[in-house]
């Protein structure tokens, strides 16, 4: 069965700390490993999409890697709105999530 | 904006009511999924639809919820005699229709329940 684990679960960093955040999966046969956003009160936000191990995506102070069991959400220099919950999940016809890592970014 | 959209925004309803949740998913996309999220916890799959076929459920999904979606459009998912453990953020994605699975899906905004 599919299975993502995140870590850690809760992340507290002061503004300009970089990080990484870890997501191990296993998979019958990985279909794309996606990372999310998710605000408090709101569905969760698109932020990447990774189809094989080598990868890497960047989007602002974002950074995506994949390897063949796990991915990193490596955060640089990171602000106070960058606080928020991050969401791994592996696709398929069904998506599996993760329980997420909430990360909080203190001024 | 075409985004996933989903109504009502949020919802109390009494135990043993019957509640219902509509989508309207991005107008070009041909999947649809339902999603349950409880506090701490990532969203756990309930159903999808390919067009108005409704292709896999999980065993999350009682007899007493329904998800349909005629004419491969909007979909609503209903709960009968809802219980407490109802109590959830229902959401909805859509994606668009390409061969292997490995869409991303695009999420709304969610539906809160609250059943007292």
Not at chain 1, 34 to 48: A, H, S, V
Not at chain 1, 81 to 88: G, I, K, V
Not at chain 2, 23 to 44: A, F, K, M, V
């Amino acid at each position: 069965e599919d299975q993502v684990t995140q870590s850690p679960e809760a992340l507290r960093l002061q503004e300009g700390e970089s990080s990484s955040l870890n997501c191990s999966y296993t998979v019958s046969g990985l279909r794309g490993l996606f990372w999310y956003r998710q605000d408090p009160g709101k569905g969760p936000e698109f932020l990447f999409t990774l189809y094989s191990a080598g990868e890497e995506k960047e989007k602002e102070r974002l950074k995506a890697t994949l390897t063949k069991k796990e991915s990193f959400l490596h955060i640089t220099a990171p602000k106070p709105e960058d606080s928020a919950t991050y969401l791994c999940a592996v696709g398929g016809f069904k998506t599996i999530f993760g329980a997420g890592t909430r990360l909080f970014v203190k001024a | 904006d075409t985004g996933v959209s989903q109504d009502p925004r949020h919802k109390i309803t009494k135990r043993g009511q019957n509640v219902t949740f509509r989508c309207d998913p991005i107008s070009e996309h041909n999947r649809l999924y339902w999603y349950r999220q409880t506090l701490g916890q990532g969203p756990e799959f309930l159903t999808y639809f390919q067009n108005e076929a409704q292709l896999e459920k999980s065993r999350l999904l009682s007899d007493r919820f329904s998800a349909e979606r005629p004419k491969g459009s909007f979909s609503t998912l209903e709960i009968q005699r809802t219980e407490q453990g109802d109590s959830a953020m229902y959401l909805c994605a859509s994606s668009p229709m390409t061969g292997g699975g490995g869409n991303t899906i695009y999420f709304g905004e969610g539906s809160w329940l609250t059943v007292v």
